[in-house]
């Protein structure tokens, strides 16, 4: 609470500090601005989350070791903010940071509302380290936004967070290059990982078909090294819509190669499905008998 206009300030001043006998408003239970970190200054002014036009806020889908690469992106409008939508099926730690010329401000929030965490870039990279994230699921939130707000200009934005505990190997059928599972969705921010490695050399299809026409499946595979190998970490496969199977073809695929699998559904929808991973069929050879 701020004091009334008529408050009386101290004059008794310290040997050495000057006291400004005109001030009148008294700053409480506030650090001096000097003394203020960078981080707390750079946690005022940020929009809520979720973020709203003329802001963009974009789903992040991290690989199996809860990272996401994103060297591209861009800040196009003077002013504006680049919030990202993240979250882990796990709890444990997250960081967060940009790299490239242009000076960014980094906030992140622990749910919707204003940020818990913010820094303020002293070059071209910000970060935030040691986030702890709950084993809630919840859906967590990252902003970006120039320090200079008439700049525009890329970076590059780097998540570090918490690797799949669970990943399911996809049960291969006897006899034959067809790798499958069936589970389901269960609730929003649920995701599933699977694994398999390819039998033979050549194409293979990847595909997740949901038995629950209120599933709108998205599907992401990444490489051994968390390269996304089909959709983008922020673009899965996502053509068909509710209840629709999701394929995507592999070419050129060598034999012992491992691919995770990650599939979602959009927005809030659940149901159960099944995942497919298909190479080329296995060809009996006859043997003659002289």
Not at 15 to 25: A, H, I, L
Not at 41 to 49: C, H, I, K, V, Y
Not at 253 to 282: E, H, I, K, N, Q
Request: positive net charge; contains cysteine.
């Amino acid at each position: 609470m701020l004091p009334s206009s008529d408050a009386r300030v101290s004059t008794d001043e310290p040997r050495g500090v000057r006291c400004d006998k005109t001030r009148t408003t008294l700053r409480q239970n506030r650090l001096p601005m000097a003394m203020e970190s960078l981080e707390q200054r750079a946690l005022f002014s940020w929009p809520n989350a979720p973020f709203d036009t003329p802001n963009v806020q974009e789903v992040i889908y991290v690989n199996q070791r809860g990272n996401a690469d994103l060297p591209g992106e861009k800040i196009s409008s003077p002013g504006a903010v680049h919030g990202y939508e993240v979250s882990f099926d796990d709890d444990g730690r997250l960081s967060i940071y940009t790299r490239g010329s242009l000076r960014i401000e980094l906030a992140f929030y622990n749910g919707p509302g204003q940020p818990t965490r913010a820094n303020a870039a002293r070059s071209g990279n910000s970060s935030i380290k040691n986030l702890y994230v709950g084993p809630d699921k919840d859906t967590l939130y990252v902003a970006v936004r120039a320090q200079d707000p008439a700049a525009t200009g890329t970076y590059a934005l780097y998540i570090r967070g918490v690797g799949q505990n669970v990943v399911r190997p996809l049960n291969r059928a006897p006899k034959a290059n067809t790798f499958s599972s069936r589970t389901a969705v269960t609730g929003v921010n649920d995701t599933d990982f699977f694994s398999f490695t390819t039998s033979v050399t050549g194409t293979w299809t990847i595909s997740v078909k949901p038995e629950d026409n209120d599933l709108n499946a998205t599907l992401n595979v990444f490489d051994s090294a968390g390269n996304p190998v089909v959709g983008t970490f922020t673009r899965p496969v996502d053509a068909a819509g509710n209840g629709g199977n999701e394929i995507f073809t592999l070419t050129n695929v060598r034999a012992d190669t491992t691919y995770y699998v990650r599939v979602d559904g959009l927005g809030d929808s659940t149901g159960f499905y099944r995942v497919y991973a298909r190479g080329a069929p296995v060809v009996a050879t006859k043997v003659r008998r002289r």
